[in-house]
């Protein structure tokens, strides 16, 4: 099975720098998923990693260490409208969710 | 490039009833997964389809059931409507990029059961 944690909430300033951890215990592992979802909205697909270390896009990286079981997303200046829940996922050709992170920007 | 569409976008159904949700992937993509989103709850993974093959399926019981036709399009079949499968039902469907499946979202169908 999979156990995917991240943290539940997170509050960062507009224009700052926040960073969404994820530690997984898989059984199956072939890619880490990160999507942003809105509230009432479908997710939307941000990055992903396959192999260890970071991948850059635009305002968004991901970093992957698969020896940690251990993943995370940067967001950069921040934005209103990144307030959203970020959801981390394991890729074992299907995807398994954490609960999502929570993020709120704040003036 | 239209992306995955899903329908209806909203369906009420009382108790007991059977709900028929329709998923047409992006246009290439020959996988279709289905996965539930309770309220409050996290994405739950329901069904895999490749190649009009199901691959795989959560756990979730027989009731809930799903094909794939040869153009690639799914459906998903809910029997015996419980209130607690109350919940957006998400379709995704992928394509095999960079050595992983990349999986893209369609807007959901919100299902109420009352």
């Known amino acids: 099975g999979q156990n995917i944690d991240q943290p539940t909430e997170m509050t960062a300033t507009e224009g700052a720098i926040v960073q969404i951890n994820c530690t997984y215990q898989?059984?199956?592992?072939?890619?880490l998923f990160w999507y942003q979802q809105h509230a009432g909205e479908a997710p939307t697909f941000l990055s992903y990693?396959?192999?260890?270390g970071l991948e850059e896009k635009g305002r968004f990286s991901s970093f992957l260490s698969r020896s940690k079981g251990y993943s995370y997303l940067l967001l950069k200046e921040l934005q209103m409208k990144d307030s959203a829940s970020y959801l981390c996922?394991?890729?074992?050709?299907?995807?398994?969710f954490g609960a999502g992170t929570t993020v709120t920007v704040r003036a | 490039e239209a992306g995955v569409t899903q329908s209806p976008t909203h369906l009420i159904k009382t108790r007991g009833q059977q709900a028929t949700l329709r998923c047409s992937p992006i246009?290439?993509?020959?996988?279709v997964y289905w996965y539930q989103q309770a309220l409050g709850l996290g994405l739950q993974f329901l069904l895999w389809?490749?190649?009009?093959?199901?691959?795989n399926r959560g756990n979730f019981p027989p009731r809930f059931s799903g094909r794939q036709f040869p153009n690639y399009s799914s459906e998903l079949n809910v029997n015996a409507l419980e209130l607690e499968d109350s919940a957006l039902y998400l379709c995704?469907?992928?394509?095999?990029?960079?050595?992983?499946?990349?999986?893209?979202f369609g807007p959901g169908t919100r299902l109420t059961v009352t």
């Open positions: 898989t059984s199956g592992f072939n890619g």
């Open positions: 990693n396959v192999l260890d």
């Open positions: 996922a394991v890729s074992d050709y299907k995807l398994s």
């Open positions: 246009s290439g993509h020959t996988s």
């Open positions: 389809y490749d190649e009009g093959e199901e691959r």
């Open positions: 995704a469907s992928s394509l095999f990029h960079r050595g992983a499946y990349e999986q893209y």
